[in-house]
């Protein structure tokens, strides 16, 4: 699983790399991209803040995909996790609100303004 992260990482979608480049590599608190956490590998991820961001492409409108997306958040919320998702659509048309969207999930969690 090592691998497939690694090599995802160095294959992110425009949008991943958007985000990553332009805000969480930024961020007060520590994200990681492509982080292993059970038998999953999710885009984006805070350990202080036990926050999992994914982004998803087109093909999460599958119904399959959505079954699939249903199971992994629920068993990274049975583990502690709070996941947020965003559409790629989102990142592209709405950056700003995706930023603050997070800032105010982290700010929730943690209670205070991390971020401003």
């Known amino acids: 699983m090592t691998q497939l992260a690694r090599n995802l990482r160095n294959n992110s979608t425009r949008q991943e790399k958007k985000l990553w480049h332009l805000f969480l590599s930024k961020f007060p608190l520590r994200f990681h991209r492509q982080k292993v956490i059970g038998v999953y590998i999710v885009d984006f991820y805070c350990h202080k803040a036990k926050l999992v961001i994914e982004i998803d492409g087109g093909q999460h409108l599958e119904y399959k995909k959505q079954e699939d997306d249903q199971k992994r958040t629920e068993y990274l919320e049975s583990i ?10 989102d990142v592209d048309n709405n950056f700003d609100g995706v930023c603050n ?10 209670g205070s ?3 401003q």
């Open 113 to 115: 303004d991390v971020y």
């Open 101 to 110: 969207e997070i800032v105010h999930t982290v700010n929730a969690k943690l």
């Open 80 to 89: 502690g996790f709070e996941v947020i998702r965003f559409s790629n659509h």
